[in-house]
């Protein structure tokens, strides 16, 4: 290994012939998302990961804000049980979302940085959503 101008680690080539280099943010993100060291995925992988936990996202969006809202109480039902399907639905997205998260740095994304901070916010948002839902479920 070494260092460059640029204080990003170079290491040799591995066995496949391609070179990575890590910035020290990169490799502490890797760290952080417990990424194993040579696994890699493709950007083919990302994109469809990213495509599976957005339709995840959008699917409780859809059943919390119109489907049980509006549809199910003109049917008669849903009586009560919006927060316990919002928090299982959430607890499912945010596993998808970082799922992704990991598939965009194992694929070496380009673009895992955007993600990253773009995943990190809707995260913090179904964080938020799922206080909310476990407060009315103990209420």
Same mark, same amino acid.
């Given at each position: !290994?070494?260092?460059?101008?640029d204080n990003v680690t170079e290491s040799t080539a591995p066995a496949d012939g391609h070179r990575? $280099? %890590? /910035? *020290?943010?990169?490799? &502490? !993100?890797?760290? @952080? @998302?417990r990424l *194993?060291?040579? =696994?890699?995925?493709?950007?083919?992988?990302?994109? $469809? /990961?990213f495509q599976k936990s957005i339709a995840i996202?959008?699917?409780r969006c859809i059943i !919390? #804000? @119109?489907v049980l809202p509006f549809v199910l109480p003109v049917v008669g039902l849903a009586s009560g049980?919006? *927060?316990a399907i919002g928090l299982a639905i959430g607890i499912l997205a945010i596993v998808s979302i !970082? #799922? $992704?998260?990991?598939?965009?740095?194992r694929a070496d994304h380009s =673009?895992?940085? %955007? #993600?990253?901070? &773009?995943a990190t916010v809707i995260i913090s948002s179904l964080i938020y959503l799922s206080v909310k839902d476990i407060i009315n479920l103990i209420n």
């Open positions: !290994m070494r260092t460059t101008a990575q $280099s %890590h /910035a *020290p943010a990169d490799r &502490f !993100m890797r760290r @952080l @998302l *194993p060291e040579g =696994k890699t995925s493709t950007a083919q992988e990302a994109r $469809s /990961a996202t959008a699917c !919390m #804000y @119109l049980v919006g *927060p !970082m #799922y $992704s998260i990991r598939r965009f740095w =673009k895992r940085w %955007h #993600y990253t901070a &773009f």
